[in-house]
């Protein structure tokens, strides 16, 4: 009953067509496994790398270091950086890249980056950092100058005394103002200090 002379024609072409199905499902099974495993693969290696802050950073800190180094041998800038401003700019990515030797966060990492840029500081504009102490002299002496200024006595509080007074006092505080602020020449200030 189920022998070979039972298959017809019909029934051998239907045995072909499920085999046939059955390999073109195998084959497409297989081709979505693969594609599959490739997006999985792809997955973690992009995992790999959102997983390591530190190195993004570093990456992008080395990046921008180079950019800055060759930005102004490029024809096509039309703005070219200061040498100053690019050492600044580079110094800084380097002191940033240095101090994940220090886990990010602790105190030691922010103490390096502390040091590190006031040396930094220190060498590109070093009228800051040596200002900061003649600056504070002169504000405590204008300080002084108001109040004794202030304390002087008027007649009858006489409205003209009280306007030069004033007048004065505004003098000293743009005085103040403009030697604090500015990056002016520091002989300058120190006669502004002793004159006062």
Avoid at 32 to 53: G, P, T, W
Wanted: proline share 2%.
């Amino acid at each position: 009953m189920w022998g070979l002379e039972s298959f017809t024609l019909e029934s051998r072409e239907s045995i072909i067509g499920i085999v046939t199905f059955f390999l073109v499902n195998v084959i497409i099974n297989l081709f979505l496994i693969n594609k599959i495993f490739e997006e999985r693969q792809r997955y973690r290696k992009l995992a790999q790398r959102r997983k390591d802050d530190e190195q993004i950073i570093r990456d992008f800190l080395e990046q921008q270091h180079h950019e800055t180094r060759i930005h102004n041998r490029l024809t096509r800038t039309q703005v070219a950086l200061d040498k100053e401003v690019a050492y600044l700019r580079t110094a800084y990515m380097k002191i940033e890249d240095s101090a994940f030797a220090y886990r990010v966060g602790t105190d030691s990492y922010w103490s390096y980056i502390n040091d590190q840029l006031k040396r930094a500081i220190k060498q590109t504009a070093p009228q800051l950092v040596h200002k900061n102490g003649e600056a504070k002299a002169l504000q405590d002496k204008i300080a002084l100058l108001k109040e004794k200024i202030r304390l002087i006595p008027g007649k009858n509080d006489d409205p003209i005394v009280n306007e030069k007074k004033m007048r004065i006092i505004t003098m000293l505080d743009s005085l103040s103002y403009q030697h604090v602020h500015s990056i002016g020449d520091r002989n300058r200030l120190k006669k502004q200090i002793q004159k006062n």
